[in-house]
């Protein structure tokens, strides 16, 4: 299963349209466990200074997540954009240069 970081931005305008009450205990008992697809996996709120939001989810495609946060309206309020990511970091790095992994920060 691919990761993607998915980059919710509130919508300028309000458009007026009613909105139902996102769904979130629904998606988090349907989507968030183990063997999930796709899978939300975390959330991310910034600080007060900025309204994004940001989640990471497992999913074949970026194509599942957007309908998966459609169905539970799930901040419908605003507009998601999925990218896939691959996680890595120093220990990688280093593993890859045949260098010591104990320098490593996890």
Do not use: C, N
């Not at 996102?22 to 959330?43: I, K, M, N, Q």
């Not at 998966?68 to 990218?83: I, N, Q, W």
């Amino acid at each position: 299963m691919a990761l993607y970081l998915v980059v919710h931005t509130p919508v300028g305008e309000d458009d007026g349209m009613a909105r139902g009450p996102s769904r979130l205990l629904d998606l988090a008992r349907e989507h968030g466990t183990e063997g999930s697809r796709p899978r939300w996996v975390r959330t991310w709120s910034p600080d007060l200074h900025d309204d994004r939001i940001f989640t990471l989810w497992e999913a074949p495609d970026a194509d599942a997540i957007l309908v998966t946060l459609t169905t539970f309206g799930y901040l419908d309020h605003m507009e998601a954009k999925p990218l896939r990511v691959q996680e890595w970091g120093p220990a990688d790095i280093l593993a890859a240069e045949g260098g010591d992994e104990s320098l490593a920060v996890s």
